[in-house]
């Protein structure tokens, strides 16, 4: 072109068809989260006119399994048909609570005002304060717990201290790690938020459940939506196809093709933010909303009584439990409290998983569905199960050289 001064501009190359950028820039910078824990940037909004209640838990991720169930939408065209849809398993054991935290508002946000811890502190969660537990002389807590002998006046101070200036109440608890067959012995440790009620009906809630035992079935409840909130599974340094989900360059490129063609322009002399880049890929802190809780199972050893078939429906009577045969993989077995969870969850096997409360004031019909479970598979993760229980196999095969040796 001659047209002066537009020459450069008619020069300069140009993309030949449009497109959407690859990868959200909402999650920059993707990088190691810092804490393994998932964390509840945000509690559900309290509203003082409900009886008082809890509004997170902490579960152990198990791994996947499915189930089959009837589907309840009218007019949909699935309606009254089976569906098969994969669930994930999370190990819920009952938490302790050991401590209550009071907040006030400030111009920059919450400070918290007074910390009250209970009077006795599992070895569990002591272990979470120390960097190196069987080198340590423990003497976490042993200057604390003299508040509770002279009557209890400090005590008493913080918690009305607490009730009187106030206006976010925390519970603190730790999960039973040792309930569950992982190597880790430290508990994780964490504030509830507690709403519903007065300021005052908080505190003594709270000091109400110092050093005793809650379960996930006073918190949460079958066919609830709630928030899963974890760490995703780390995959380490990664490319910008895997990692942003840009287009490969044409076979012929020189020097490789799952690159970015153009990084950017001369002027400004610098790569922009923008760019995708190679770099770290997954362990980042992710909060996935609106989760469908299919069923809350009892453990194989609730209530001091083996119930072994907390995998049963009312469809499916055979006696078994959630565990499915040879175990998890990677994870081994479920024997304390569950939930059965639509979907897959952020996380490796064995991760502390937080479930919270949702945010939103739930309307959508398949948020409103009641769930009823047809059949939970129990059959093999190791490979193509073709069995559901133990008893199933041996009825198949009759008698084998190995079962007759056994007996």
Known sequence: ?????????????????????????????????????????????????????????????????????????????????????????????????????????????????????????????????????????????TQYVKKYADEKKAITDDLARIKKHCTVVRLLAHTQIRKVGLRNKKAHLMEIQINGGSVADKVDFAYGQFEKQFSVDSVFSQDEMIDVIGITRGKGYEGVVKRFGITRLPRKTHRGLRKVGCIGAWHPSRVSWT?????????????????????????ITAENKVVPNNASTDFDLTEKSITPMGGFPHYGEVKEDFMIIKGGIAGAKKRVITLRKSLLKQSSRSALEKITLKFIDTSSKFGHGRFQTYEEKRKFFGVTKKSAAQE
Not at 10 to 29: I, Q, T, V, Y
Not at 119 to 134: I, P, Q, S
Not at 276 to 297: P, S
Request: net charge positive; glycine share 10%; aromatic share 10%.
């Open 1 to 141: 072109s001659t047209w002066g001064f537009f020459s450069v501009a008619s020069d300069m190359s140009h993309r030949k068809f449009e497109a959407p950028r690859h990868g959200s820039l909402g999650f920059l910078p993707r990088k190691r989260c810092v804490r393994h824990r998932g964390k509840v940037k945000k509690f559900p909004k309290d509203d003082a006119s409900k009886p008082v209640h809890l509004t997170a838990f902490m579960g152990y991720k198990a791994g996947m399994t499915h189930i089959c169930r009837d589907v309840d939408k009218p007019g949909s065209k699935i309606h009254k048909k089976e569906v098969v849809e994969a669930v994930s398993i999370v190990e819920t054991p009952p938490m302790v609570a050991v401590g209550v935290v009071g907040y006030i508002e400030t111009p920059r946000g919450l400070r918290s005002l007074a910390t009250v811890w209970a009077g006795h502190l599992n070895d569990e969660v002591k272990r979470r304060f120390y960097k190196n537990w069987y080198r340590s002389k423990k003497k976490a807590f």
């Open 275 to 299: 760019v995708a880049r190679t770099g770290q890929l997954g362990y980042h802190h992710r909060t996935e909303i609106n989760k469908k809780v299919f069923r809350i199972g009892k453990g």
